[in-house]
């Protein structure tokens, strides 16, 4: 069993900048590919970014992503982000990480995960 928990959201102005963590425990995260989506009320997952143990990474490729949000992680610190910059009011959104046991990089779709965080939630303002 692995768990992931989620922090670094926040309220923040258009134009600025945060950093998702995204911590796991329970299993070796050396052992695990991790993935970034978000949801917006009445609207489906949607993948951002995933990147596999050896940092290997996937990511949606248009312009609300491409370019602004990039995703990492740190072995040691068994932990995985997410910098998103230049934000805008669309990209408010509750935010989810999630973790599949692969060597490979991340699936784009949710069913290619097996745990999940509970979510944290990014208001940017205009």
């Known amino acids: 069993q692995v768990q992931v928990v989620e922090s670094g959201g926040g309220l923040v102005q258009s134009g600025g900048s945060l950093r998702l963590s995204c911590a796991a425990s329970?299993?070796?995260?050396?052992?695990?590919?991790m993935g970034w989506f978000r949801q917006t009320p009445g609207k489906a997952r949607e993948f951002l970014s995933s990147?596999?143990?050896?940092?290997?990474?996937?990511?949606y490729d248009v312009d609300f992503v491409k370019d602004r949000f990039t995703i990492s992680r740190d072995n040691a610190k068994n932990t995985v982000y997410l910098q998103m910059n230049s934000l805008k009011p669309e990209d408010t959104a509750v935010y989810y990480c999630?973790?599949?046991?692969?060597?490979?990089?991340?699936?784009?779709?949710?069913?290619?995960?097996?745990?999940w965080g509970q979510g944290t939630q990014v208001t940017v303002s205009s």
């Open positions: 329970g299993r070796t995260f050396g052992g695990f590919a």
């Open positions: 990147i596999s143990v050896d940092g290997e990474t996937k990511s």
């Open positions: 999630a973790a599949v046991a692969t060597q490979h990089v991340g699936a784009t779709y949710m069913d290619g995960y097996d745990y």
